[in-house]
């Protein structure tokens, strides 16, 4: 017990030095869990469900853009509360830690009634990646109508990370639904959407085509039958690792962890990852990405600490993984210095 508290502690000390050396800009930046988080304007940053993107010395955040009243889908039965679709906000920074707000970089189109980018529709969890050979960022996100049973995955491009990313389509992967997601691009360029299908049971990972912009018909389908969603997944030391919540709507449950050889699985259920106080509901919060911090063996875990009756106001936890050899622990901390 003793040596296990000591290998926490030096951890939490290897990280902080290791941030400190690598990226001297970090060594002031505070982060504190849960807390009102403002960007440099000083407004509340709109961004979530969302992950991040490093391009070219700078880190991109994009997220759902809430709009300023929550209201229940008229007559849908369960708890299902929404604002007006609002596009992806993006916000960018050098450290982490100090956000400077780039815009809506995926308006909604209120032009078009039937569009499925109009603020009627439900746009989540956007993810962005970059395609090295078209040079394209290549935004996917979950589009759904207002009583969540469309479950389509959508996608848009842009020339920049922080331009106008033009809608292309929506659509079901190879027939299949598709709700909460992610995106994640391996070393060798391979790219994959991950998402939750089969109404939510069963979680499917299909392999997108070169240009990032469709889903192949090589896919494969993880935790059958285990009702997860919210994935979030990174790589280290050639291992793949997914992070998921189980599915209770707005409200917090326990997350998992899960790794595998192969991107595409499969993967072997570990367990949950968090540690401390209301560790059992994921500190009242939901995955939605892990940050691999350029240049380190770091990764930080996005969770979304949900507001469902004031989604605008919904929080950040941001968290440190810790690591003991392959074993991932995500431990409670008040606040922590990057
Ligand atoms: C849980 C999902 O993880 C969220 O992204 C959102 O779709 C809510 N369900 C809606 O109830």
Not at 12 to 22: D, H, I, K, T
Not at 162 to 186: A, V, W
Not at 219 to 245: C, D, H, L, M, N
Not at 255 to 264: F, H, L, P
């Amino acid at each position: 017990m003793k040596s296990m508290k000591y290998s926490v502690i030096k951890q939490l000390g290897m990280w902080l030095f290791a941030l400190a050396s690598v990226l001297p800009a970090l060594a002031t930046g505070v982060i504190v869990p849960g807390a009102e988080w403002l960007d440099n304007d000083g407004m509340f940053i709109n961004a979530h469900g969302g992950g991040v993107l490093y391009h070219e010395g700078v880190y991109y955040w994009y997220g759902e853009a809430k709009g300023d009243y929550t209201y229940r889908s008229p007559g849908v039965g369960w708890d299902c509360y929404r604002t007006d679709a609002g596009g992806v906000a993006c916000y960018s920074s050098r450290d982490l830690c100090n956000w400077k707000y780039e815009g809506i970089v995926l308006e909604p189109d209120t032009l078009h009634t039937f569009s499925d980018i109009h603020p009627t529709m439900v746009i989540e969890r956007p993810k962005v990646i970059y395609n090295a050979t078209t040079h394209q960022f290549v935004m996917w996100m979950h589009i759904d109508n207002h009583n969540y049973e469309k479950a389509v995955a959508g996608v848009a491009v842009c020339d920049t990370p922080n331009g106008k990313f033009r809608f292309i389509e929506s659509g079901r992967p190879n027939g299949q639904m598709s709700r909460d997601m992610t995106l994640f691009k391996d070393d060798d360029q391979k790219a994959y959407l991950f998402y939750s299908s089969e109404n939510n049971t069963t979680i499917h990972i299909a392999m997108l085509s070169d240009d990032y912009r469709h889903v192949t018909s090589n896919y494969t389908r993880q935790f059958i039958g285990e009702s997860r969603e919210a994935p979030a997944v990174f790589k280290r030391g050639g291992k793949y690792y997914i992070i998921t919540s189980g599915c209770t709507g707005w409200d917090p449950n326990e997350a998992e962890w899960a790794v595998a050889d192969n991107v595409m699985g499969p993967y072997t259920t570990m367990g949950n990852p968090c540690q401390g106080l209301h560790a059992d509901k994921t500190f009242y919060s939901q995955s939605t990405f892990v940050i691999p911090i350029e240049g380190t063996d770091k990764y930080i875990m996005m969770f979304d600490r949900w507001n469902k009756k004031d989604l605008i106001t919904s929080r950040y936890v941001w968290l440190p993984i810790h690591f003991d050899g392959d074993t991932m622990t995500i431990p409670w901390l008040d606040s922590w210095a990057l």
